[in-house]
T-cell receptor, first 111, second 114 residues
Framework: GENVEQHPSTLSVQEGDSAVIKCTYSDSASNYFPWYKQELGKGPQLIID?????GEKKDQRIAVTLNKTAKHFSLHITETQPEDSAVYFCANAGGYQKVTFGTGTKLQVIP | NAGVTQTPKFQVLKTGQSMTLQCAQDMNHNSMYWYRQDPGMGLRLIYYSASEGTTDKGEVPNGYNVSRLNKREFSLRLESAAPSQTSVYFC?????????????FGSGTRLTVV
């Protein structure tokens, strides 16, 4: 919970390039770090998550890395495609119901 | 599998009117949530229900009430709508709390208060 800073707020990449979004957090009790993708007019959708006992997790073209010492975690999308264009939110959770969301990154993949 | 279903999708209210936003999930989840999403403010928690029979305030509860009708349904009520409540409202659910489980969100209700 508590503060989560997300950068950048907007990101444009050429199709096929990689995209990286970074979040930093302040609550050292955080132990769960999900990422959500929100397409226009839809609700956010969970795309990948990582827990504090793991440093990296990969699912096809997306991966998340976590550095608990530095208190930051990042989303990596490789071989971007136009359908990856959306707003991405990071979040972190500490206590039972304490979830804090980042302010979002609007990703545009240019064909 | 429908997931989380919200109704209505769009609504326009006059200041002072009341309305109830409906939410239902078919995933046998224990915990349910109401968020609002505003430009530049991100997602903010209004109320949540950790399990059937319990409800608790979130970050921005003023002007809202909730009812956990049963395990499946969690409604949000605006008793006297104000222009500041113009927003997109999302219902979400998790298996058990939010510390270790990601949310499943509904598709949202876009509310305008004039």
């Amino acid at each position: 919970g508590e503060n989560v800073e997300q950068h950048p707020s907007t990101l444009s990449v050429q199709e096929g390039d990689s995209a990286v979004i970074k979040c930093t957090y302040s609550d050292s009790a955080s132990n769960y770090f999900p990422w959500y993708k929100q397409e226009l007019g839809k609700g956010p959708q969970l795309i990948i998550d990582i827990r504090s006992n793991v440093g990296e997790k990969k699912d096809q073209r997306i991966a998340v890395t976590l550095n608990k010492t530095a208190k930051h975690f990042s989303l990596h999308i490789t071989e971007t495609q136009p359908e990856d264009s959306a707003v991405y939110f990071c979040a972190n959770a500490g206590g039972y119901q304490k979830v804090t969301f980042g302010t979002g990154t609007k990703l545009q993949v240019i064909p | 599998n429908a997931g989380v279903t919200q109704t209505p999708k769009f609504q326009v209210l006059k200041t002072g009117q009341s309305m109830t936003l409906q939410c239902a999930q078919d995933m046998n989840h224990n915990s349910m949530y109401w968020y609002r999403q505003d430009p530049g403010m991100g997602l903010r928690l209004i109320y949540y229900s950790a399990s059937e029979g319990t409800t608790d305030k979130g970050e921005v509860p003023n002007g809202y009430n909730v009812s956990r009708l049963n395990k499946r349904e969690f409604s949000l009520r605006l008793e006297s709508a104000a222009p500041s409540q113009t927003s997109v409202y999302f219902c979400a659910s998790t298996l058990n709390g939010a510390a270790n489980y990601g949310y499943t969100f509904g598709s949202g209700t876009r509310l305008t208060v004039v």
